[in-house]
């Protein structure tokens, strides 16, 4: 039997009102707000907002409600609801919130989808803002962007994750990347909420911030100690895309998603954070796990040999970098057979659970039979079971707290 099921990495779609009602009314036509346009995709796929957008006029034109601000056009497309009533659309097509399934964007709704899905609790990802704030980042006016990030991050925790979705509906803000002192004092208004998980990116560098060795982050970090706030870093989180070549097909690329997982455990099992930050978590979203034991290994192995070519490491890193790990850093799976058979050289603690609803890869509506499928092949005993589906995320999210029980039943 499958225990109900906490997931770590699912997603919302804002309402269409969220920023309109919460900005003060100055920025009435400023603010993110979303417009419906007939139109005809154009441009490419690259994973950023404004690279594609609605244009009227074509002969194949389309509805679709379109996110407007700053200087940005972000249409929603099928893939980001692929569930439900436009599961079989293509996942760059225009879509209306009309057609989405409702649960994406309505608490009530949402919860009932967790209901008919085994699923006691989740963590939501953003949208418009991409997975940890970076369209903010990216706006122009720092002024606005930082309210648009506070409104955000109250609609979170007071609006989808309160009243009846408290304990179920678990919070997951976002900080303003462009500034670590307002990330810190964000982080510690957030928590005084009653928020302990935020976003933030598996390569800080890539988005044109200071990478994690800089110090820069410092402010942030020990915010986050402080508060024993979770980092949680979605694949994609980097607005990079890997790939092995122009004309390689989208299956490469979704295939090497979770490259920059690898390259963030390492930043952050070689930068002295988790050194520094005794009580700080981190987690992988999306990441997978299969991959992490051999990391772990060829880490601890160039560790023991650093005094030919980083004698300095030591200094940062006193113990060897798998020493980290447990408690500490988490791996999120939803179809990881690999991974979990290589459960003890990782640690079956580290390894959590996702639906990823409602993504193309969700396993709504069927993810008590998915877990039971990975869970056989993986050779998962009972406690293990529990371990993965609901035990390690309550022990990482500290959900006792929410009144959500801690034991294991047996």
Known sequence: MIPKIISVDDHVVEPP??????????????????????????GSFTGRPGAQHLVAGGDNDQWGDQWVYEDVKSPLIAGLASIGPIHDLPAHSPITYDQMQPGCFTQADRLADM??????AQFCFPTFPRFCGQ???????????????????????????????????????IIPLWDPHLAAAEIRRCADKGSKAVCFSEGPFRLGLPS????????????????????????????????TSADAPLIVTVSLTAQYSQAALADWLCSGVLARHPRMKIALSEGQVGWMPYM??????????????????????????????????????????????????????????????PHAESSFPNSREVAEKLVAAAGLDDYETWQLVRGNAIECYDLGRFGISTEYAG
């Not at 209901?115 to 006691?120: L, M, Q, S």
């Open 17 to 42: 009102t969220l920023w309109v009602d919460r900005l003060p009314k100055r920025y009435a036509d400023r603010g993110p707000r979303v417009e419906r346009v007939k139109g005809t995709m154009t």
């Open 212 to 243: 994690i060795h800089s110090g820069a982050w410092e402010p942030f970090f020990q915010a986050c100690d402080e508060t024993e706030t979770v980092i949680n870093m979605h694949i994609g989180s980097s607005s990079t895309l890997a790939t």
């Open 296 to 357: 772990l290994e060829r880490l601890d192995f160039l560790w023991e040999r650093t005094a030919s070519f980083d004698p300095e490491l030591t200094k940062l890193v006193p113990e060897p970098p798998s020493s980290y790990a447990a408690g500490r850093v988490y791996g999120c799976v939803f179809d990881d057979v690999a991974g979990l058979e290589q459960r003890h050289h990782l640690g079956m603690s580290q390894i959590m659970f996702e639906t990823d609803y």
């Open 135 to 173: 369209t903010f980042q990216e706006a122009d006016d720092k002024e606005l962007a930082l309210l648009c990030v506070q409104a955000y991050n109250d609609w979170m925790i007071d609006d989808w994750c309160g009243g009846e979705a408290r304990g179920r509906l678990i919070p997951l803000t």
């Open 115 to 120: 209901d008919a899905n085994h699923t006691e």
